[in-house]
């Protein structure tokens, strides 16, 4: 499986609200849209290009995964933010990247009325030059993919933003165990890779849990399209295991780069690895 690593780093002494991930997503589809519609009317549902469309691929298609996610942090210091790009064969990358360079350029993407004129767009670790509008060749666009020298059986696995897992009536799960969060990885993981929905792991994770000590998380974000104030909620924490299978040790580094559970296009559900 291969994927993009978008960062931006953003030069502001400002610091943002409690979580800023669904402000990203929302602003970034507005800067998009504008960029690749080829209608009038805007109407996506009715256009006869949409199966094309980067646009509609990533807001407005009811088939699978969203395939990409925001990456930020709960009260972070500081508006730096990363954008992950899951495919083997990522559409219209060049505009993807012009479109985040607009939105920082002329937006203002939170409710302190904000624009970051000044900031630096990478792309997998490459610092990248633009111009008024489009960035600049030459830019290297191969993808990356997660490669292993060594796998560890006793590590922590640490939950920075709110995970959000539902049960089968698609309520939040408040308390989960390792299975679901790997379960979500493989999910996820299978789409991307082959286009396969699958819903369980192929195999049985073995493993001693140590610690569990997660904690639920709520809030609430003001949504200006729908008028009204929309929850934030999930599970943050900790769980430390020892005597993990090399499987599901693969599974939890891809969990680093997909995310798990539901919204994770808008930055929730964040893991990291400790070894």
């Known amino acids: 499986m291969n994927y993009y690593n978008i960062n931006v780093k953003v030069n502001s002494s400002k610091k943002p609200n409690f979580f800023i991930g669904s402000t990203l997503r929302g602003t970034f589809g507005h800067f998009l849209k504008d960029?690749?519609?080829?209608?009038?009317?805007?109407?996506?549902?009715?256009?006869?290009?949409?199966?094309?469309?980067?646009?509609?691929?990533?807001?407005?298609?009811?088939?699978?995964?969203?395939?990409?996610?925001?990456?930020?942090?709960?009260?972070?210091?500081?508006?730096?933010?990363?954008?992950?790009?899951?495919?083997?064969?990522?559409?219209?990358?060049?505009?993807?990247?012009?479109?985040?360079?607009?939105?920082?350029n002329t937006s203002t993407i939170t409710d302190q009325k904000l624009s970051f004129s000044k900031h630096e767009i990478s792309l997998n670790g490459r610092k990248l030059l633009f111009d008024d509008k489009d960035v600049l060749q030459p830019f290297l666009d191969t993808p990356l993919t997660l490669t292993l020298e060594k796998c560890y059986k006793d590590i922590s696995i640490n939950i920075f933003t709110p995970l959000l897992i539902k049960d089968p009536e698609s309520k939040f799960k408040k308390e989960i165990v390792l299975e679901d969060v790997l379960t979500s990885i493989y999910k996820?993981?299978?789409?991307?890779?082959?286009?396969?929905?699958?819903?369980?792991?192929?195999?049985?994770?073995?493993?001693?849990?140590?610690?569990?000590?997660?904690?639920?998380?709520?809030?609430?974000r003001r949504s200006d399209r729908q008028g009204k104030y929309i929850p934030i909620e999930g599970v943050t924490g900790t769980l430390i295991v020892m005597g993990l299978d090399e499987k599901s040790f693969m599974l939890l580094k891809w969990g680093e780069i997909l995310a798990v559970g539901n919204k994770t296009v808008q930055g929730q559900g964040i893991i990291k690895i400790k070894y």
């Open 35 to 104: 960029s690749v519609c080829v209608s009038s009317a805007f109407d996506c549902q009715n256009c006869l290009y949409k199966e094309e469309c980067i646009y509609y691929d990533y807001y407005e298609s009811s088939v699978g995964y969203r395939s990409f996610r925001f990456d930020t942090k709960m009260k972070a210091e500081s508006y730096d933010f990363s954008l992950y790009l899951f495919s083997n064969n990522v559409k219209e990358i060049r505009m993807i990247l012009s479109s985040l360079h607009r939105m920082l």
């Open 188 to 220: 996820r993981k299978c789409y991307f890779e082959k286009q396969e929905t699958v819903h369980k792991l192929d195999y049985i994770p073995n493993y001693t849990l140590i610690t569990s000590e997660l904690k639920i998380v709520k809030s609430q």
